[in-house]
């Protein structure tokens, strides 16, 4: 794949959105009944759409939400929900409306904690909140209490987009039944005015620690010795999706030796992290932090690097187009895989 001229560059201001206009578009605009593109609809298990269109709005997360209340309360799942929410703009807001109203339900609903940069819920990757349904449910017998969860997220779609996903007590998406029960349900609420809502601004969702759950039980699925013998190099970029704190996590966390290199390429604009990762003993240390990166040219490559730095053998998660910055560095001959 070629090459973007964006590539080893920060955004340029023309491609970046404006974060305040598109949360106050979410909070006051309401969505035209009389347009289908207003509308809820929902794709793979959830429903996306740009606050700025009128398409993921206040009014779609209290109709959504309240849908999935009731079916799960048709479908007997008595269990604690798990909700997740990424780094999109329009998902913290979501996220706060969704409180209201699973409380207002006497949902038993499960938020990562505080993250201490953002001041909001820990940021939580699909796969996390997947693996925690499963390990909630595992064991039980039907009608035992099962989990599910709701994922708010619009996946790969754009900054200006929100999504909003529901996950069964299989952990995966939810089938084409449910969804379209729960999106003819929410146009229904939507379309009367939001007047069968529950809704109350009393906090009482508690605090599960979606990450380390998820670091813990790495070592029971990967064959930490196969890495080993393997001897690859492998870096990492979350490219500033929901898995940002999760690589940084598995490093603090597993951390025993550093004689393999892991390298995670954060961007961010106070410099970036790098780390020195043992896989094949899950354990990890952790290098210098905030270095300031110098930058790169796009013809320097490897010789515009740190000699001390090593390029890894695997990266993992690609380059994106505009969301590279000065700070970061090893990656500027590495293509998406």
Not at 89 to 115: F, G, I, K
């Amino acid at each position: 794949m070629p090459l973007s001229p964006l590539a080893g560059k920060i955004a340029p201001p023309n491609v970046l959105i404006d974060v305040a206009r598109l949360r106050a578009a979410y909070a006051s605009r309401a969505p035209d009944v009389d347009d289908p593109a207003q509308l809820v609809a929902f794709g793979t298990s959830g429903h996306r759409g740009a606050p700025e269109d009128g398409a993921f709005n206040e009014a779609h997360i209290l109709a959504i939400t309240q849908a999935i209340c009731e079916h799960r309360a048709r479908a007997g799942i008595t269990g604690p929900l798990f909700l997740g929410v990424d780094t999109h703009a329009a998902s913290e807001p979501a996220q706060q409306t969704a409180l209201e109203v699973l409380a207002a339900n006497d949902v038993e609903t499960l938020l990562a904690p505080v993250d201490a940069e953002t001041g909001g819920a820990g940021f939580t990757p699909t796969p996390a909140l997947s693996r925690a349904i499963l390990a909630h449910n595992r064991g039980r017998a039907a009608g035992d209490r099962f989990a599910d969860g709701i994922v708010i997220t619009p996946s790969h779609n754009p900054p200006r987009d929100g999504g909003f996903k529901y996950n069964p007590p299989h952990g995966g998406p939810a089938d084409s039944a449910a969804t379209r029960w729960i999106q003819d349900r929410a146009n229904e609420l939507i379309a009367g005015g939001l007047r069968e809502v529950r809704r109350t601004t009393e906090k009482r969702h508690q605090k599960y620690d979606f990450l380390a759950e998820y670091v813990d039980a790495l070592p029971s699925v990967l064959d930490i010795d196969a890495i080993r013998a393997a001897g690859v190099r492998i870096g990492a970029d979350p490219l500033g999706g929901a898995s940002v704190r999760y690589w940084a996590g598995i490093a603090m966390t597993q951390r025993q030796r550093d004689d393999c290199c892991f390298c995670l390429c954060q961007s961010c604009q106070q410099g970036a992290i790098e780390l020195n990762i043992d896989v094949s003993d899950a354990a990890f240390s952790t290098g210098s932090e905030n270095v300031d990166m110098p930058e790169l040219g796009p013809d320097e490559g490897r010789d515009g690097l740190d000699p001390k730095l090593e390029i890894p053998d695997i990266f993992i998660g690609g380059v994106g187009d505009a969301q590279l910055s000065k700070h970061r560095h090893g990656v500027l001959e590495v293509h998406q895989i």
